[in-house]
Each structure stands twice: as C-alpha cells, then as structure tokens.
C-alpha cells in the first residue's frame, strides 16, 4: 500500500501515508470491514474535496455519518449527539476527517461504541474503558497534532478534561496535504500556530525525552520551512508535517504552561486555541529561560535545560532569548494576531479567573519553572 510518488519521511509510522492523494488509501483499509462509522464536520468535509472523494465510497460500503460542527467539545454536546446515535452496534473501524475536534470526538465514541457506555460522564473519572474499535485518522488542519495523540480534550462546566488511554492512537493516519489546500489562510495561520507552541513547549518540557524533543525538533523545522515558503501545496506539506510531529512529541512529553492557560482563555472568551496558546508563549519562555536553581522543576536536569535553550535558538536562527521571543512575536505579526489580551474581550477584573483556572497539575507541574497563581496572574498583566 505505499506511495509510489512520495518518498516516505522518516520517523513516520509504517501505517501513516503521506502526500498529496495519500487519501486515496483509505479505499484499502476499508473494505477489510464491516461496519464503519465516519466523523465529520460537514462544511469542511465538503469544502476540503473530501465528499466528493467519499461519494462512492459511502455508495459502496456500510458507513454510517456523524456530522459535528463545534470548535470545542463540552461533554453535553457530546452526549447529546450519542443518545441520538446509541442504536448504533458492532462498529469496527471509525473513520474521521476534520480537524483536532473532529479527531477527539472520535476517540470519544470510540470508547462509548467499544463499551456500550449510556452515561460518558464516566470518561471524566480515574478508570477510561480502552476503545475496541480500529480508528484511520485523517486530518484536515494542520494544527492540534491530535491524530498522533492518544488523548481526547473535553469541556465540562467549561472546565477542561484530558481524556488518555493508550489504545486512542489510530491504527492508520492519512496526512494528505491536498486537504488543507482549500483552507483559508487564516484558519491554517491559527492552527499552525498551536502546532509551533506545541513544538516549542514540548521542547522545554520537564517530562520530555530524547525522543520527544527529536520530534519536537523536526515539528520546529517543518512549520519554520512551511513559513518560508510561498507555494501553497509545498506550505500545506511542510506544516501537516510538522503538525503531525508535534502531536507524536507532546504525546510523550505533554504540554506546558502555555497550554495550561490556553484552555479558560478558550472556553470563557473563544480566543481560538492556536492564538491563546501563542498570546503567552513569549512571556512564558523569557520565565521558563530565566530560572532560578530553587525554581526549576525537580527532576529536571540544569544542564538539560540548558541544551533544549540553545536547540531552540538554532531553530529559529537567534543568538539569545531576546531573539527568540523576538521571532515570536515577528511570526503573530505576520499572521496579524493581536497580542493583547484587551484585544480578545478581557477585562482587568477577569484576570484573576483565568489565573485560577489555567492551574491545572500535569500541565504546571510540566512547567520547567515552577509555577505559581501570582506569576500566571503577573504574566497576564503584562500582556493584558
Ligand atoms: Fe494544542
């Protein structure tokens, strides 16, 4: 089933094709099954030229359609949706094409369908049931890397909810860039930029490892190629790629304080995740470059540290930290992204709010810096 066309990047998984018509694949995988279930987002299904490549498929085989159109998934959405759908039985293979809602909606279901769950509160607590059913991820934003996770991110109350399990990684990824052609610029700019801090955070990460920060290399260099480049196939290439590697490095290391305080930013102002991620990546590295001995996160090596500075500062092409926030900021500018938080709806008042919510353990204790509300609460004064 290789591409004939394409010669296969490395560190791709043996089941991951990629390049323009890799969608093609997906005939293939499916006729090995029975009961297939698609996840879509009907607009960007159709906009991306996935319908009308599905069209016979769909004909063909036994796949039944679920449409999502949400930007983010609270838990209610998500059970109403399933209660519609719950006569659905014996799925063996779910398909989605869309974007990181669109992929983690997915791995949801996945584990209801596998458990035959009624109430999907039940995802929210200590014991996740293992999902049963193959999954083909097929993404089309160049953005959460979600398709390389095994996690799912929910909202309940408007309170975040990372839901692991080991068995939420597809058996077959399609990263075709052809369909990110169609995306608007701008959507491709925000969602890149989640990939890039994702790339970056996962960089500095306390819990990083040799391998993740491999990836979270190549993510840099891909999304920084893609940047440069003003053909839009070979600007599509670059950064799904690059996408795709930040989700593989952040899949083992996590993500960090950026991350954490992206998600009130998201859920109680609908700043778009890539943008409330990236508002306070430049603060947040100047923190996280400055460390004091007693600040650093324990268990993470001094001299580690050290060395994950200076690979950033060769990715991006800086002498110092200055430099490298410099190029933060040069690449929102270039998007046109306000770097205000005034600019998104805030008041002074809500700061406070937004301190307390982005303290979330697993991703603060991620932090290199150790981390505490006062300074979140600062870092937010000084971009407000
Ligand atoms: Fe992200």
Redesign the pocket.
């Known amino acids: 089933m290789g591409l004939k066309t394409q010669q296969q990047p490395l560190h791709l998984g043996k089941q991951t094709y990629f390049g323009e018509g890799a969608l093609r694949q997906v005939t293939g995988i499916i006729k090995n099954y029975r009961r297939i279930l698609l996840f879509n987002d009907q607009a960007a299904f159709k906009a991306c030229g996935a319908e009308e490549f599905f069209l016979p498929i769909i004909e063909k085989f036994p796949i039944h359609i679920l449409s999502y159109s949400g930007k983010a998934l609270p838990l209610e959405d998500i059970q109403q949706l399933y209660d519609k759908n719950k006569h659905i039985r014996n799925i063996d293979l779910i398909v989605a094409v869309g974007g ?1 809602t669109v992929i983690d909606l997915s791995k949801i279901y996945s584990l209801a369908y596998s458990n035959r769950l009624i109430d999907l509160d039940i995802i929210l607590g200590d014991k996740i049931p293992e999902n049963k059913i193959d999954l083909v991820f097929i993404p089309t934003t160049a ?3 979600s398709e390389a996770t095994s996690f799912a991110v929910v909202y309940k109350d408007k309170k975040k909810y990372s839901i692991l399990h080991p068995t939420l990684l597809p058996k077959y990824t399609i990263l075709d860039p052809g369909l990110l052609t169609s995306l608007p610029e701008e959507i491709l700019n925000a969602t890149v930029l ?2 890039l ?2 790339g970056i955070e996962s960089m500095w990460a306390a819990g990083g490892t040799a391998e993740s920060r491999e990836y979270a290399g190549m993510a840099i260099s891909n999304i920084l190629a893609g940047l440069a480049e003003t053909e839009r196939m070979k600007k599509s290439e670059a950064f799904q790629l690059g996408a795709h590697f930040s989700g593989k490095a ?1 899949n083992i290391s996590k ?1 960090t304080l950026p ?1 954490a305080i ?1 998600y009130p930013l998201t859920s109680h102002f609908g700043i778009p ?2 943008i409330a ?1 990236f508002l306070t990546l430049p603060k947040i590295a100047e923190l996280n470059y400055h460390i004091a001995a007693t600040a650093m996160q324990p268990g993470l090596n001094p001299e580690q540290h050290r060395k994950n500075f200076l690979t950033l500062f060769k990715l991006f092409e800086v002498p110092d930290i200055a430099g490298l926030t410099g190029k933060f900021k040069n690449i929102m500018e270039k998007f046109n992204v306000k770097t205000r938080l005034r600019n998104y709806g805030l008041k002074k008042d809500d700061l406070s709010r937004i301190a307390e919510n982005s303290y979330t353990k697993g991703r603060s204790d991620n932090n290199p810096r150790k981390i505490d509300r006062k300074t979140i609460l600062q870092t937010l004064g000084e971009i407000f």
């Open positions: 990181g953005g959460t890397g989640d990939a801090a994702q952040i993500t991350h992206s995740h890539g991620v």
